[in-house]
């Protein structure tokens, strides 16, 4: 944790009631409700999910089985029981007589918009479905989805719920190394792409980034299914390669949804991790749909007369849970857009809230921030007053951008939910329900319902609330829709979540958090070696490794400087194999950058790079990182570098000598 966090934390004392306008129609009103539901689920954690699951979820067979522990901590949740995840997202709301409801409101980035109600959605899957199942997809195969924002993208991974197929979807911004490394680690059997994207007035070529890929590897794809958007020119590679529009005309949209089991993998997330393989979090069915659900309605307090309005891209698990499945699977309306939020002004996300009268909007702090510093005009041009719930996600919020975006753009009227969680935890875990708790900038309040979070010492005992000490976040019981397994690598599930207390299993976040007199939790940031880049959670290793896979780079480390906009950004310590002398230093920067960003992506460019004889190390050899954040941030080197074994290092890598 950083000194200036904990300050904040410790200053902060701003305390926002809720707006007794918001409370009067609330789902969940009033703190006492709140705390009466947390009771039930405390009292009796089984009978509390289990009633919700009989509630939210239309069960294909009902389950009597609720929560498995018998072989922890490979948890499962209602396993008797049956359903289909993309019949719950919209064959029950048609059934119930909304297939005419608007279910996307979309918005490409050069201007042009789709809409599709429920009904047509549904044909849309439904064909999807069918074109799969002839090319030999079954129940339980894997199919990548690399795909820009369009509602392809969410017809794609609803198809493959329909037919139990398991999904993983990779972000349109990885590259095609990174795109490789992931087909080949689920094994995928078919390839869902579009020519190209279209983001800040560029075209995002990837179809090209699938054909290479595919090109050095990938044995198990038969077949890329190609959406046609940004009309860039592709090549074709023929009995392999189909169009989407094309298959879409020839196929029936009636497809039956294929019951599956309450634990069939639903899909594979990659995130990444402390090491420099990407892990893929692997999500049930039941459980995760269930997370998904609930927190819409008690969050977002999800209604009819809502246009609600997630801006996460498909491809990280925000657009999962907050686009493809929980807002179908309650019945929303929902605005996407394809493109930059500035384009062609800075006003972009302003003028389609105001056009589509969007009434909840959740989106990230570096978002708000970058928004915040192109100035009020921007907002101001735009009539926002029906918005009446505001969300974040992906990384404290600073109470200036809180501040920000509870003023000027929710009008000093609406509160914010400001959500803790993870891709590993499937939905929010800890959020204000917004009708019942009162806000503080900059802490994501308590934990939802039937989440027993808590935050804890080394040996796992709790930290007292109000005592000023920082601790690990853990969740003491297994939620629903949490992860079940890292795809093909229990061990590192194991390893990774579940192993840091020697006598208990608790689920262990990888974030510190401490928790105030009012048991108000306040993140702190990571325990581990991931930096949060725009909200986006990246590995110092990955991104280590594409630096020395360069063949002029010897070692390299890489930490996150704090940054104003996107939180942290990435600095990048290296040592070159030759001499630094021989070098144009400047060309090689620019070349490494392209080498990280064909590596892994634009996500994980590094912002600088500095270049040394040496990097910083113990006498036992280990690379001291908390030094490195320090000449980083470019703050005055306090600690004590005397088990460095060349002192002189540090005025290297200060950029001094
Ligand atoms: C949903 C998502 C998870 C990590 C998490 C934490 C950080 C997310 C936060 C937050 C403070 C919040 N994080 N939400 N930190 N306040 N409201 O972002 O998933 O990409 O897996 O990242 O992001 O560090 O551990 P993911």
Sequence with gaps: MTDETLETVLTENRVFEVPAEFAEHARIAGMEQYLDMARQATQDYEGFWAEQARQEITWSKPFSQVLDESNPPFYKWFADGTLNVSYNCLDRHIEAGNGDRPAILWEGEPGDTRNFTYAELLEEVGKLGNALKSYGVEKGDRVVIYMPMVPEAVVAMQACARIGATHSVVFGG????????????????????????????????????????????????EHV????????????????????????????????????????????????????????????????????????????????????????????????????????????????????????????LWSIAERTGTTVFYTAPTAIRALMKQGDEWPNKHDLSKLRLLGTVGEPINPAAWMWYYQ?????RCPIVDTWWQTETGSHMISPLPGAVPLKPGSCTLPLPGVMADVVDEEGNTVEPGSHHGGLLVLRRPVPSMLRTVWGDDQRYIDTYWSHFPDQYMYLAGDSATRDEDGYFWILGRIDDVINVSGHRMGTMEVESALVAHDKVAEAAVVGRPDEVKGNSIFAFVILQGKREDEDLEALREALRAHVTDEIGAIARPDEIRFADALPKTRSGKIMRRLLRTIASGEEVTQDISTLEDENVVRQLQGKA
């Design 174 to 221: 990885f590259s095609a190394e990174a795109l490789k490394d992931r087909i080949e680690d689920a094994g995928a059997k078919v390839v869902i792409t579009a020519d190209g994207g279209i983001r800040g007035g560029k075209t995002v070529a990837l179809k090209k980034n699938v054909d290479r890929a595919l090109n050095e590897g990938c044995d198990t794809v």
């Design 225 to 348: 299914v190609v959406l046609q958007r940004a009309e860039n020119e592709i090549d074709w590679t023929e009995g392999r390669d189909v169009w989407f529009r094309e298959i879409m005309e020839r196929e029936s949209a009636d497809c039956a949804p294929e019951p599956v089991e309450a634990e069939h993998p639903l899909f594979i997330l990659y995130t990444s991790g402390s090491t420099g393989k990407p892990k893929g979090v692997v999500h049930s069915s039941a459980g995760y749909l269930l997370g998904a659900i609930t927190s819409m309605k008690w969050v977002f307090d999800i209604g009819e007369d809502d246009v609600y309005w997630c801006t996460a891209d498909v491809g990280w698990i925000t657009g999962h849970t907050y686009i493809a499945y929980g807002p179908m699977a309650v019945g929303a309306t929902q605005v996407m857009y394809e493109g930059a939020p500035t384009v062609p002004d800075p006003g972009r």
């Design 408 to 412: 000027v753009i929710g009008g000093g």
